[in-house]
Nanobody, 127 residues
């Protein structure tokens, strides 16, 4: 079955960096669009970044533009989220996700298009 496993979270000071990884198994990695979401305590899950299966369209939430970068390594079957200039408001559990449909090119900034989710990794940014 399809599995998504995040790693790379941790505690970092404001201004620091972290790189999250999402290892995908059980499907052909290169055929599926992917996204990152996050959820802070007491708040709804929110979109962070996404990439279409081809990499032709990459989108970011306004709150992370210029600081976060999404990337994929097809050989490693892994998606990454490089997070720089971290702020305390970036503190959340971060999730990677993927739609059920291969070669999906519709909207990727809403959680209801995603079928498969990882377990999440905690990112804590101290001030």
């Amino acid at each position: 079955q399809v599995q998504l496993v995040e790693s790379g979270g941790g505690l970092v000071q404001a201004g620091g960096s972290l790189r999250l990884s999402c290892l995908v198994s059980g499907r052909t990695f290169s055929a599926y669009s992917m996204g990152w979401f996050r959820q802070a305590p007491g708040r709804e899950r929110e979109f962070v970044a996404s990439t279409t299966w081809s990499g032709s369209r990459i989108d970011y939430a306004d709150s992370v533009k210029g600081r976060f970068t999404i990337a994929s390594d097809t050989l490693e079957e892994t998606m990454y989220l490089q997070m720089n200039s971290l702020k305390p408001e970036d503190t959340a559990v971060y999730y990677c996700a993927s739609p059920e449909e291969a070669f999906y090119t519709g909207p990727l900034n809403v959680s209801n298009v995603y079928r498969h989710w990882g377990q999440g990794t905690q990112v804590t940014v101290s001030s």
